[in-house]
Protein backbone atom coordinates (compact mmCIF):
# COMPACT_ATOMS: atom_id res chain seq x y z
CA UNK A 1 0.00 0.00 0.00
CA UNK A 2 1.56 3.31 -1.11
CA UNK A 3 0.38 6.31 1.44
CA UNK A 4 0.87 9.80 2.29
CA UNK A 5 2.14 10.39 6.17
CA UNK A 6 0.32 8.34 8.78
CA UNK A 7 -3.28 8.89 7.92
CA UNK A 8 -5.48 9.02 11.13
CA UNK A 9 -7.29 5.88 12.89
CA UNK A 10 -10.41 7.12 13.23
CA UNK A 11 -12.60 9.93 11.38
CA UNK A 12 -16.26 11.94 11.54
CA UNK A 13 -18.70 10.42 8.89
CA UNK A 14 -22.97 11.22 9.00
CA UNK A 15 -24.85 7.86 9.74
CA UNK A 16 -28.43 7.32 9.24
CA UNK A 17 -29.61 4.98 11.27
CA UNK A 18 -32.69 4.18 10.00
CA UNK A 19 -35.99 5.82 9.08
CA UNK A 20 -35.90 9.24 10.10
CA UNK A 21 -36.03 13.08 9.24
CA UNK A 22 -33.16 15.03 8.37
CA UNK A 23 -32.67 16.09 12.40
CA UNK A 24 -32.50 11.83 13.19
CA UNK A 25 -29.20 11.84 11.03
CA UNK A 26 -26.24 10.92 13.45
CA UNK A 27 -22.33 12.48 13.74
CA UNK A 28 -20.10 9.88 14.66
CA UNK A 29 -17.08 11.46 15.28
CA UNK A 30 -14.71 8.27 16.25
CA UNK A 31 -15.94 5.97 13.30
CA UNK A 32 -12.79 3.80 12.64
CA UNK A 33 -10.78 3.99 9.50
CA UNK A 34 -8.77 1.60 7.72
CA UNK A 35 -6.87 1.69 4.84
CA UNK A 36 -7.55 0.72 1.22
CA UNK A 37 -7.70 -2.68 -0.13
CA UNK A 38 -6.62 -4.16 -3.53
CA UNK A 39 -8.14 -1.53 -6.16
CA UNK A 40 -9.22 0.80 -3.50
CA UNK A 41 -8.16 5.01 -2.63
CA UNK A 42 -8.02 6.51 0.39
CA UNK A 43 -9.71 9.60 0.27
CA UNK A 44 -9.82 12.68 2.11
CA UNK A 45 -12.98 14.35 1.35
CA UNK A 46 -13.36 17.82 0.04
CA UNK A 47 -16.99 17.70 -1.28
CA UNK A 48 -19.83 15.98 -1.25
CA UNK A 49 -23.67 16.48 -2.20
CA UNK A 50 -26.83 16.41 -0.86
CA UNK A 51 -29.08 14.77 -3.69
CA UNK A 52 -32.94 13.31 -4.51
CA UNK A 53 -31.14 10.24 -3.89
CA UNK A 54 -30.15 10.82 -0.03
CA UNK A 55 -33.53 11.94 0.64
CA UNK A 56 -35.07 8.57 -0.97
CA UNK A 57 -32.88 6.26 1.05
CA UNK A 58 -33.87 7.90 4.27
CA UNK A 59 -37.29 7.00 3.72
CA UNK A 60 -36.04 3.40 2.80
CA UNK A 61 -36.92 3.94 -0.95
CA UNK A 62 -34.05 3.47 -3.08
CA UNK A 63 -33.31 0.58 -5.27
CA UNK A 64 -30.66 -1.87 -3.69
CA UNK A 65 -29.88 0.51 -0.81
CA UNK A 66 -27.96 -0.92 2.40
CA UNK A 67 -29.47 -2.18 5.50
CA UNK A 68 -29.55 0.94 7.70
CA UNK A 69 -27.56 2.54 9.61
CA UNK A 70 -25.34 3.64 6.87
CA UNK A 71 -23.50 6.59 5.54
CA UNK A 72 -25.28 8.01 2.82
CA UNK A 73 -23.18 10.45 -0.25
CA UNK A 74 -23.26 9.30 -3.47
CA UNK A 75 -20.46 10.77 -4.61
CA UNK A 76 -17.34 13.09 -3.67
CA UNK A 77 -14.26 14.92 -4.52
CA UNK A 78 -11.08 14.68 -2.25
CA UNK A 79 -7.49 14.28 -2.33
CA UNK A 80 -6.13 10.33 -1.85
CA UNK A 81 -4.09 9.41 1.14
CA UNK A 82 -3.44 6.01 0.36
CA UNK A 83 -3.46 3.45 -2.73
CA UNK A 84 -4.11 -0.29 -2.21
CA UNK A 85 -2.71 -2.87 -4.21
CA UNK A 86 -3.07 -2.94 -8.39
CA UNK A 87 -3.71 0.72 -8.00
CA UNK A 88 -0.84 3.61 -9.47
CA UNK A 89 1.17 4.48 -6.61
CA UNK A 90 0.99 8.34 -8.32
CA UNK A 91 -2.35 8.82 -7.92
CA UNK A 92 -1.57 9.91 -3.96
CA UNK A 93 -1.85 13.34 -3.62
CA UNK A 94 -3.88 14.03 -6.58
CA UNK A 95 -7.43 15.20 -6.35
CA UNK A 96 -10.33 12.55 -7.84
CA UNK A 97 -14.33 12.67 -7.90
CA UNK A 98 -15.68 9.20 -7.34
CA UNK A 99 -18.88 8.18 -7.68
CA UNK A 100 -19.69 5.82 -4.54
CA UNK A 101 -23.55 5.31 -4.05
CA UNK A 102 -22.93 5.46 0.05
CA UNK A 103 -20.43 6.43 1.59
CA UNK A 104 -19.61 10.05 0.99
CA UNK A 105 -20.82 11.73 3.98
CA UNK A 106 -17.50 11.70 6.25
CA UNK A 107 -14.20 13.33 6.41
CA UNK A 108 -12.28 10.08 5.01
CA UNK A 109 -13.63 7.58 2.69
CA UNK A 110 -12.32 4.58 1.14
CA UNK A 111 -13.51 4.44 -2.52
CA UNK A 112 -12.97 1.99 -5.86
CA UNK A 113 -10.41 3.12 -7.95
CA UNK A 114 -12.11 2.07 -11.06
CA UNK A 115 -15.18 4.17 -9.72
CA UNK A 116 -12.91 7.40 -10.13
CA UNK A 117 -11.58 10.13 -12.22
CA UNK A 118 -8.74 12.80 -11.76
CA UNK A 119 -10.25 16.43 -10.95
CA UNK A 120 -7.86 18.49 -13.35
CA UNK A 121 -5.80 21.30 -11.65
CA UNK A 122 -7.51 24.47 -10.85
CA UNK A 123 -11.13 23.07 -10.91
CA UNK A 124 -12.73 23.42 -7.32
CA UNK A 125 -13.97 20.86 -5.31
CA UNK A 126 -17.24 21.91 -5.58
CA UNK A 127 -17.64 22.46 -8.64
CA UNK A 128 -16.30 19.10 -9.92
CA UNK A 129 -18.56 17.23 -7.44
CA UNK A 130 -21.43 19.30 -9.16
CA UNK A 131 -20.57 17.46 -12.33
CA UNK A 132 -20.18 14.10 -10.98
CA UNK A 133 -23.13 12.59 -10.12
CA UNK A 134 -25.39 15.04 -12.08
CA UNK A 135 -23.43 14.94 -14.86
CA UNK A 136 -23.40 11.24 -15.20
CA UNK A 137 -27.18 11.41 -14.92
CA UNK A 138 -27.51 13.49 -17.57
CA UNK A 139 -24.92 11.95 -20.18
CA UNK A 140 -27.03 8.71 -20.05
CA UNK A 141 -30.14 10.29 -20.38
CA UNK A 142 -28.91 12.22 -23.43
CA UNK A 143 -26.35 9.54 -25.21
CA UNK A 144 -27.50 5.81 -23.76
CA UNK A 145 -31.44 6.50 -23.28
CA UNK A 146 -32.70 8.83 -26.05
CA UNK A 147 -29.53 7.84 -28.00
CA UNK A 148 -30.07 11.44 -29.39
CA UNK A 149 -28.35 12.81 -32.56
CA UNK A 150 -26.27 15.30 -34.11
CA UNK A 151 -28.77 17.82 -35.84
CA UNK A 152 -31.62 17.17 -34.19
CA UNK A 153 -33.55 18.99 -31.39
CA UNK A 154 -34.80 18.18 -27.85
CA UNK A 155 -37.39 19.64 -25.45
CA UNK A 156 -35.66 19.89 -21.81
CA UNK A 157 -37.80 20.95 -18.44
CA UNK A 158 -36.32 21.61 -15.75
CA UNK A 159 -33.50 23.51 -17.76
CA UNK A 160 -32.09 25.60 -14.75
CA UNK A 161 -31.74 22.89 -12.27
CA UNK A 162 -28.62 20.82 -11.82
CA UNK A 163 -28.92 18.02 -14.37
CA UNK A 164 -31.16 20.13 -16.74
CA UNK A 165 -28.05 22.63 -16.72
CA UNK A 166 -25.70 19.70 -17.61
CA UNK A 167 -27.33 17.96 -20.11
CA UNK A 168 -27.79 21.28 -21.94
CA UNK A 169 -24.28 21.55 -22.20
CA UNK A 170 -23.94 18.02 -23.13
CA UNK A 171 -26.54 18.64 -25.59
CA UNK A 172 -25.45 21.42 -27.49
CA UNK A 173 -21.57 20.12 -27.39
CA UNK A 174 -22.41 17.10 -29.53
CA UNK A 175 -24.57 19.50 -32.15
CA UNK A 176 -28.42 18.81 -31.05
CA UNK A 177 -30.40 21.42 -30.82
CA UNK A 178 -32.52 22.73 -27.44
CA UNK A 179 -35.64 23.89 -26.61
CA UNK A 180 -35.98 24.79 -22.67
CA UNK A 181 -38.37 25.23 -20.52
CA UNK A 182 -37.52 27.23 -17.42
CA UNK A 183 -38.77 30.41 -15.38
CA UNK A 184 -38.01 34.16 -17.50
CA UNK A 185 -35.64 34.91 -14.92
CA UNK A 186 -33.64 32.31 -16.00
CA UNK A 187 -33.68 32.67 -19.86
CA UNK A 188 -30.43 35.16 -20.26
CA UNK A 189 -28.39 32.17 -18.51
CA UNK A 190 -29.76 29.38 -21.23
CA UNK A 191 -29.52 31.86 -24.19
CA UNK A 192 -25.62 32.04 -23.15
CA UNK A 193 -24.93 28.06 -24.12
CA UNK A 194 -27.39 28.62 -27.49
CA UNK A 195 -30.40 27.40 -26.28
CA UNK A 196 -34.11 28.22 -27.37
CA UNK A 197 -35.79 29.10 -23.61
CA UNK A 198 -39.85 28.66 -23.10
CA UNK A 199 -41.44 29.92 -20.28
CA UNK A 200 -42.36 27.30 -18.17
CA UNK A 201 -45.95 29.14 -17.20
CA UNK A 202 -46.69 29.66 -21.04
CA UNK A 203 -50.74 28.19 -20.74
CA UNK A 204 -49.98 26.91 -24.49
CA UNK A 205 -46.84 25.62 -23.94
CA UNK A 206 -47.17 22.33 -26.60
CA UNK A 207 -48.13 25.20 -29.11
CA UNK A 208 -44.99 27.62 -28.69
CA UNK A 209 -42.51 24.45 -28.87
CA UNK A 210 -44.52 23.14 -32.07
CA UNK A 211 -43.63 26.65 -33.68
CA UNK A 212 -40.36 26.56 -32.38
CA UNK A 213 -39.47 22.69 -33.62
CA UNK A 214 -42.40 22.33 -36.39
CA UNK A 215 -40.35 19.26 -37.89
CA UNK A 216 -41.07 17.94 -33.28
CA UNK A 217 -38.68 16.96 -31.18
CA UNK A 218 -36.47 13.97 -30.90
CA UNK A 219 -36.51 13.64 -27.07
CA UNK A 220 -38.14 15.26 -24.30
CA UNK A 221 -36.36 15.29 -21.33
CA UNK A 222 -38.40 15.72 -17.82
CA UNK A 223 -36.70 16.63 -14.37
CA UNK A 224 -39.13 18.15 -12.83
CA UNK A 225 -42.86 15.16 -13.09
CA UNK A 226 -46.04 15.95 -12.47
CA UNK A 227 -48.24 17.85 -14.92
CA UNK A 228 -44.75 18.66 -16.97
CA UNK A 229 -44.81 14.72 -17.82
CA UNK A 230 -48.54 14.97 -19.43
CA UNK A 231 -47.45 18.27 -21.44
CA UNK A 232 -44.12 16.36 -22.97
CA UNK A 233 -45.49 12.95 -24.02
CA UNK A 234 -49.16 13.12 -24.88
CA UNK A 235 -50.24 12.02 -28.08
CA UNK A 236 -53.07 11.36 -29.86
CA UNK A 237 -53.79 7.54 -31.27
CA UNK A 238 -51.24 6.69 -33.54
CA UNK A 239 -50.81 3.31 -35.61
CA UNK A 240 -50.25 -0.12 -33.75
CA UNK A 241 -46.53 -1.15 -34.19
CA UNK A 242 -44.83 -3.58 -33.09
CA UNK A 243 -42.59 -2.77 -30.06
CA UNK A 244 -39.25 -5.01 -29.96
CA UNK A 245 -38.66 -5.91 -26.32
CA UNK A 246 -35.10 -4.67 -25.01
CA UNK A 247 -33.31 -5.10 -22.00
CA UNK A 248 -33.34 -3.43 -18.83
CA UNK A 249 -30.63 -1.35 -18.76
CA UNK A 250 -27.96 -0.88 -15.44
CA UNK A 251 -29.00 1.59 -13.27
CA UNK A 252 -27.52 5.29 -13.70
CA UNK A 253 -26.77 6.68 -10.75
CA UNK A 254 -28.05 10.49 -9.21
CA UNK A 255 -30.63 11.86 -7.81
CA UNK A 256 -33.57 13.74 -9.14
CA UNK A 257 -36.20 11.95 -10.21
CA UNK A 258 -35.06 12.17 -14.26
CA UNK A 259 -37.39 10.96 -16.95
CA UNK A 260 -36.57 10.83 -20.51
CA UNK A 261 -39.45 10.10 -23.29
CA UNK A 262 -37.85 9.28 -26.94
CA UNK A 263 -40.07 8.63 -30.06
CA UNK A 264 -38.87 5.05 -31.51
CA UNK A 265 -38.72 5.24 -35.15
CA UNK A 266 -39.76 2.04 -37.22
CA UNK A 267 -37.46 2.53 -39.57
CA UNK A 268 -34.26 2.61 -36.61
CA UNK A 269 -35.70 -0.36 -34.50
CA UNK A 270 -31.92 -0.16 -32.59
CA UNK A 271 -32.30 3.53 -31.56
CA UNK A 272 -34.80 2.73 -29.22
CA UNK A 273 -35.02 3.18 -25.46
CA UNK A 274 -33.33 0.62 -23.17
CA UNK A 275 -36.88 -0.21 -21.42
CA UNK A 276 -39.84 -0.66 -22.87
CA UNK A 277 -43.42 0.46 -20.72
CA UNK A 278 -46.44 1.56 -22.69
CA UNK A 279 -47.83 4.81 -23.73
CA UNK A 280 -46.18 7.63 -21.77
CA UNK A 281 -49.81 8.80 -20.54
CA UNK A 282 -53.40 7.59 -20.22
CA UNK A 283 -54.63 10.99 -18.88
CA UNK A 284 -53.03 13.52 -22.03
CA UNK A 285 -56.22 14.60 -23.58
CA UNK A 286 -57.02 15.64 -27.55
CA UNK A 287 -53.25 16.86 -27.07
CA UNK A 288 -51.33 16.99 -30.69
CA UNK A 289 -47.96 14.98 -30.73
CA UNK A 290 -44.45 16.94 -30.31
CA UNK A 291 -43.01 13.98 -32.36
CA UNK A 292 -42.61 14.45 -36.06
CA UNK A 293 -44.96 14.08 -38.25
CA UNK A 294 -45.73 11.45 -40.76
CA UNK A 295 -44.99 8.65 -38.74
CA UNK A 296 -46.57 6.03 -36.67
CA UNK A 297 -44.05 6.50 -32.78
CA UNK A 298 -43.99 4.17 -29.91
CA UNK A 299 -43.05 5.42 -27.04
CA UNK A 300 -40.85 3.98 -24.53
CA UNK A 301 -40.23 5.84 -21.35
CA UNK A 302 -36.70 5.54 -19.46
CA UNK A 303 -37.54 6.15 -15.79
CA UNK A 304 -34.77 7.03 -13.08
CA UNK A 305 -34.81 7.44 -9.39
CA UNK A 306 -31.46 9.43 -9.69
CA UNK A 307 -29.07 12.49 -10.48
CA UNK A 308 -27.63 14.39 -7.22
CA UNK A 309 -29.00 18.47 -7.38
CA UNK A 310 -33.21 18.06 -8.41
CA UNK A 311 -33.93 20.21 -11.41
CA UNK A 312 -36.53 22.72 -10.21
CA UNK A 313 -38.80 24.45 -12.42
CA UNK A 314 -38.78 27.36 -10.28
Known amino acids: MTTTPPFPATTTRVVLPGLVEPDGLVVDDRAPLSGPGDGELLVAVEATGISFAEQAMRRGRYYAQPAFPFTPGYDLVGT ?37 VLVPDGVDPEAAEAVTVNGVTAWQMLHRAARVEAGETILVF ?29 HDALRAPGVTPVDRHDPDLAATVRALAPRGVAAVFDNVGGATTRTGS ?35 PGRRCPTASGPPSTTCGPATPLARPGTAPTWRRTSRTCSSSSATAS
Open 80 to 116: VLAVGGGVDGSLVGRRVATMTKTGGWARHAVVAARDS
Open 158 to 186: GANGGVGGLLIQLARHAGVDVVAVASPRH
Open 234 to 268: CSPPAAPSSPTPSPTPSAAPGASPARSWRRSRASS
